[in-house]
């Protein structure tokens, strides 16, 4: 995404003159999409169909290619096909439209809109547009994360993974013959490499991640191997030599998780944003299972620590999905707001994780909201009547005479 | 030059020449000396040419004949034949085979017979020799009485099916006619037409060159006709009145001395046998054809049902399995095979029946032995494949033989020790590596009990596999490698893991074999301190101690796995072997009761049926004609056959390791850890539910993986509704942030796609390659 006006800036934003935006790529929809929040006036061209009464009294529809201001109700995102659709209120008369009319305005790549933001430019909505125009974007990540029978294909972004296709395929077992066994195996390799590059581009190289329990990745590589040269493909030699084979638990999307900490994926993808995400995310499960009162998770006990100035100097992270931000009422994306600017007062670190990331997934079945503290707090949650050192007595107990199992 | 001079030019003589001869024309009976001479000589050469058959025609018609076609003695004999030598009516038909033969894509005429039998009238397979023609047997039919005792009537069907029956038979006399059409015509093609038949002469050599080589007459056989006789055969390209003429005259082989018809190809003489015709049969007594070749055995062979028929009929009687009739060749008569389309008849495989045993008594009635699994578990490379391979081997279920087979197999790629490893681990991914990757079943019986091995592999990676087999089994062998280190480290690893597992999929019995302790010299003092680690730790698990033995083995040379070890260093030891061990044991009680439920543990094409599956019935009975429900697909099929431990079977019941061959169902929806169960009383597939469940590791929202037994699903802890009390089961504390190791808590798990679960299974729950909690669902 680019500002239209080259003398813009992120500095200088205007709150009444608006925002020119001009979407190059299919990722600036998702980043439109978290910029747009309700009752933000939005404008762009639009196509409507228009019926007009003729001077016989005939009527005739006819769709008309206009420029329309709508004040925004809601917002739909397609990450599969990296639309975004707008819907809202007209509120600028023109010749087809009256004020009032709902229109759903489809974004395009390469067409400018322009966005005037309902409760001026806070910073999250800033901190996302820095990121929305930041030109230097690495290239997205292959990573097929497999198991006997299953494979899933996925695109890591910056921002977003998308599991392009998922593979299924279903392989004899044991009592059949070991001849038949290695064919349904082969047959599934061939599917997913067969499915990987049709719904991934690799014409220009980028890194491809295989990970699986076992040694299905490693057969999978060496299956790509076996076919770049039998079918004397060049590319898909290289594509397999640049392959990284990572070890997972799973063949399930999931399973990412373990790829993304893996010291393969580290190691050449340090820069990534996701992996520093996917690391904070351990961080905070860490913490947890230590219970040591520096860890909290779900809206209430979070926002008692940060109203405490616990989460600041030091080591003090706030993590929340950027969801919390796209498709609440003013009012709640405000307190989450103020969260974030008394976190970054403090001077602790305001994590804005996606929740189209696994990173992201993770922190969303917490509750979307979590932060370590910089100092240990207990008693945070509020229907909590015990005390942890029970707790702590309780986990010291063996486990022995365990009549429910 | 004007008209004026004409006239005068006009020669008056010539003219009243000319009209004197119309006048004489006009009068019937005046001929002219030199007419009468022509007339006279004419009906001699027509009666010559027509031989015999002038006999049915009068000297007058031959004249009146003659006089129209101005003495033309080919045409005069041309209509004479027409006329009245040949029936007038076959002129028409003639003709109109010719038609139906030179446009392939006709549709057939209203009445095809007939005219097939005009048209092939004098083709030389309209007589086939009595002992070439094929028998037809008709095909084998269920036993009076229908399969399962129920009547003989064939199978109602629905409205529905019966549409199908109609359109499929429709179709299938569409394809006939079509068959018959092109063979019709590839027929004329070769036989009739001469020239054609010259020209085909290079391709036919290459398509029967290699057989007809060893005949020393070919070349006689399919020369062209000799330039004496007459060119009938070009039929195709004379105009039609000829052609009638030609055709007409054909079957009098005695008014036309050569043989007036193409040779049939060595094809058609291959298909249809020598023409009836004498000069033809001399002709043909020149060539052998390489059908003559063939000895009588051959033409026996088809006079019987196909062995594939009687493979067919024997299964039918032996696994009470319908034959269905199978569709008949087509035979060489356009009739036969007529009325053969008429008389086919589609039908559906008939829904195999029940025969409502009552399972549970027939179940108590029946002497069996008593069954027992048992699942082999321990840390990876503790020896669990190498000690069932010596089990095994011991116990003769396996012959050394096979063994020997494996060692040098096994030496080639340089893993000797792999061998009896090998017996359970038949992968080639498994033998590569030498780790085993999936359960590997099999059985063996003793004098009291029938037993079968699951054994489970134990990498860490493949842990899922390893609780499919522990939840098959009842009871299980621990595995322990007593090597210095090795077992500290399995302590660490999938020792405690895969004890974990068990006893929280419901195993209660544990016999502990200390592996390889022939490599530490049989030191009782390693055995005792193993013993008593081991011990400590899986009481902890919650394995009660009378329910615990320790056997001291060696896996790889077979001490006290089936005979008393004959090493005196191992005289220490007095306890039974592991095979007395397992005697010992008594397997779990059967839910028999219950409704009808088995995960699918395998599922594979077998000879009896396309889709076959395996496992083993966690609950209930069922009989052979069951109806059945997969879930989640929610599809119906119906247990077409049962086998239990491998002979077939008209029931099994709860415990037992089936094998269940399913009909009406699409094999898509059929997939390992997939439960059939039974439809009036169906599994339900949830997308969320509550668990009682023991925490090994730090339970929070998070994602996690559900196990249950083959099943395996993604999914993730939505909520943790209560801590509770051990013992009791009170909650202790409502919804905790977390959920240490060891405690018991309520939690709600969801997941990512609808899967069968119902309230008092056990399950499984992973996260990151780890075990994180077991439990039952409420």
Redo the contacts between chains.
């Keep these: 995404m680019r500002f239209v006006s080259k003398k813009q800036s992120l500095t200088a934003i205007d709150p009444a003159a608006g925002l020119a935006l001009l979407p190059t790529e299919p990722e600036d929809m998702w980043h439109a999409n978290n910029l747009i929040a309700i009752s933000d006036i939005v404008k762009a061209h639009a196509v409507r169909k228009v019926a007009m009464t003729g001077s016989t009294g005939s009527v005739t529809t006819e769709r008309v290619h206009t420029d329309l201001t709508i004040r925004v109700t809601s917002t739909f995102f397609d990450p599969a096909a990296s639309s975004l659709h707008v819907s809202g209120v007209v509120i600028k008369e023109n010749a087809w439209v009256n004020i009032g009319q709902h229109h759903t305005l489809d974004l395009e790549l390469q067409r400018p809109f322009t966005i005037w933001k309902n409760d001026g430019w806070d910073t999250v909505a800033l901190q996302t547009l820095t990121e929305a125009v930041n030109d230097d974007k690495p290239e997205a990540l292959v990573a097929v994360v497999m198991q006997e029978g299953i494979a899933n294909i996925c695109l890591i972004t910056d921002f977003q993974t998308l599991i392009k296709q998922r593979v299924e395929s279903s392989i004899p077992k044991k009592r059949s013959t070991a001849k038949e066994t290695s064919g349904g195996m082969t047959a599934f390799y061939e599917k997913t490499l067969s499915t990987m590059l049709r719904a991934v581009d690799f014409s220009s190289p980028r890194p491809l991640l295989l990970a699986s329990p076992g040694f299905i990745a490693q057969d999978f590589r060496a299956y790509m191997q076996s076919q770049g040269v039998l079918r004397a493909d060049k590319r898909l030699q290289r594509i397999a030599k640049d392959a990284v084979v990572v070890h997972s638990s799973t063949g399930y999307v999931h399973s990412l998780n373990e790829v993304l900490k893996s010291p393969e994926v580290q190691a050449t993808m340090r820069d990534k944003k996701f992996t520093s995400e996917s690391k904070l995310i351990d961080q905070l499960y860490e913490r947890l299972r230590k219970d040591d009162g520096r860890a909290w998770y779900g809206r209430d006990p979070v926002e008692k620590a940060v109203m405490e100035g616990a989460v600041g100097r030091g080591g003090g992270v706030l993590l929340i999905n950027n969801a919390f931000f796209r498709s609440l009422d003013v009012a709640t994306r405000k307190r989450y707001v103020a969260l974030v600017d008394k976190v970054k007062e403090d001077g602790g670190e305001a994590k804005v994780l996606s929740s189209d990331h696994e990173s992201g997934e993770r922190l969303d079945a917490l509750g979307g909201i979590a932060a370590i503290l910089t100092y240990p707090l207990y008693d945070l949650d509020e229907d909590e009547e015990d005390h942890d050192q029970q707790e702590g007595s309780a986990h010291g107990e063996d486990i022995e005479g365990v009549e429910v199992i | 030059m004007s008209r004026h001079q004409a006239v005068r030019n006009l020669d008056y003589e010539e003219v009243l020449d000319e009209y004197d001869g119309y006048e004489e024309e006009e009068d019937d009976d005046e001929l002219s000396p030199e007419d009468k001479a022509l007339m006279t000589q004419g009906t001699a050469d027509v009666q010559a040419a027509l031989s015999v058959e002038a006999s049915k025609v009068t000297t007058k018609q031959i004249e009146e004949a003659l006089w129209h076609y101005y003495y033309d003695i080919d045409k005069t004999v041309t209509y004479l034949v027409s006329k009245f030598i040949s029936p007038p009516e076959k002129t028409p038909k003639a003709s109109k085979a010719e038609k139906t033969t030179q446009t392939t894509n006709a549709q057939i005429s209203p009445k095809p017979r007939e005219s097939f039998a005009a048209f092939f009238r004098d083709m030389p397979w309209g007589n086939i020799p009595k002992h070439r023609e094929t028998i037809f047997i008709p095909p084998q039919r269920p036993l009076v009485g229908g399969l399962l005792g129920g009547s003989g009537s064939p199978p109602k069907m629905s409205k529905l099916q019966k549409l199908a029956a109609a359109r499929k038979k429709k179709a299938e006399e569409k394809s006939a006619q079509e068959a018959m059409e092109q063979t019709r015509t590839k027929m004329t093609e070769l036989s009739v037409d001469d020239t054609q038949r010259a020209k085909e002469n290079s391709p036919l050599a290459g398509a029967f060159g290699k057989r007809l080589k060893t005949s020393p007459s070919t070349a006689e056989g399919r020369n062209p006709l000799t330039p004496a006789e007459p060119i009938r055969a070009e039929v195709s390209q004379q105009p039609l009145e000829e052609i009638s003429n030609e055709q007409a005259t054909a079957p009098e082989p005695e008014l036309v001395p050569s043989p007036e018809k193409a040779q049939p190809s060595s094809f058609a003489q291959t298909l249809f046998g020598y023409p009836s015709d004498a000069p033809k049969r001399k002709r043909m007594e020149l060539y052998p054809l390489p059908y003559a070749y063939f000895a009588p055995s051959v033409l026996d062979a088809f006079s019987k049902p196909s062995p594939d028929d009687v493979v067919l009929a024997a299964q039918a009687k032996a696994g009470k399995k319908t034959v269905v009739p199978q569709t008949k060749k087509k035979g060489s008569s356009a009739d036969a095979v007529a009325s053969e389309v008429k008389g086919l008849k589609i039908e559906d495989a008939p829904l195999p029946r029940s025969k409502n045993l009552d399972v549970l008594s027939e179940f108590e009635k029946s002497e069996s032995k008593k069954a027992a699994s048992f699942v082999v578990v321990g840390h990876v490379d503790a020896g669990k494949s190498t000690m069932m391979g010596r089990l095994l081997l011991d116990l003769g279920v396996i012959d050394q033989r096979t063994v020997e087979k494996l060692r040098q197999e096994a030496e080639k790629i340089g893993k000797t020790s792999f061998a009896l490893a090998w017996v359970l681990d ?4 498994e033998r590569a ?1 030498g780790v085993t ?5 099999n059985r063996f019986e003793t004098e009291t009990t029938a037993f079968t091995i699951l054994d489970a592999p134990g ?1 860490r ?2 842990i ?1 596999n390893m609780i499919a087999g522990a939840s098959q089994a009842d009871f299980a062998i621990l595995v322990i490698d007593a090597g210095t280190g090795a077992f500290e480290s399995g302590l660490k690893g999938q020792t405690k893991e895969h004890s974990l597992l068990i ?2 999929m419901g195993v209660s019995r544990i016999i502990v074999a200390i592996n390889k302790l022939d490599t530490v010299d049989w030191s009782q003092e390693r055995f005792d301190e193993i013993r008593h680690q081991v011990a400590g730790f899986l ?4 394995f009660q101690a009378k329910n615990t033995t320790f056997v001291p083995v060696s896996g790889l040379n077979g001490d006290n796995l089936v005979r008393k070890s004959s090493d005196p260093a191992v005289s220490w030891y007095t306890g039974a072997t592991l095979l007395e061990e397992l005697e010992n044991s008594e397997p779990n009680k059967r839910a028999l009761a219950k409704p009808f439920r088995t995960t699918i ?5 077998s000879q009896q049926s396309p889709l076959s599956i ?1 496992g083993r019935i966690d609950a209930g009975s069922v009989q052979m004609g069951d109806a059945i429900l997969v879930q989640p697909s929610g599809e119906k099929a119906y247990i077409k056959s049962i086998l239990v431990d491998e002979t077939p079977s008209d029931w099994a019941v709860a415990g037992q390791n089936v094998v269940i061959n399913l009909s009406n169902i699409d094999p898509m929806h059929v ?2 850890g997939d439960i059939i169960c039974d439809p009036a009383k169906p599994i339900p597939c949830v997308e969320s539910f509550t668990l ?1 469940a ?1 925490a090994f590791d ?1 339970l ?4 996690v ?1 559900v196990h249950r037994g083959r099943l ?1 699903a ?1 999914g ?3 909520s943790i509704s209560a ?2 009390d ?2 009791t ?1 009170s909650v ?7 959920v ?5 808590a309520r939690i709600v798990v969801k997941l ?1 796609s609808k899967v069968p679960l119902e309230a008092g299974q056990r399950v499984v729950l ?1 996260s ?3 075990t994180v909690a ?3 669902l409420e």
């Design positions: 038949q992968r080639v991914e590596r990757i999936d359960i590997a079943t990498h990676d493949f899922p006893r929280s009481s902890a698990t919650g543990s395998e599922v594979f094409r395996s997939r390992v009682k023991l730090f929070m929202p998070m994602q993986d395996h993604a993730k802890i939505e801590l509770l051990k013992v089961g202790t504390k409502k919804k905790p942030k977390i240490k190791p060891g405690m018991v990512g992973r990151g390659g780890e077991a439990g039952l």
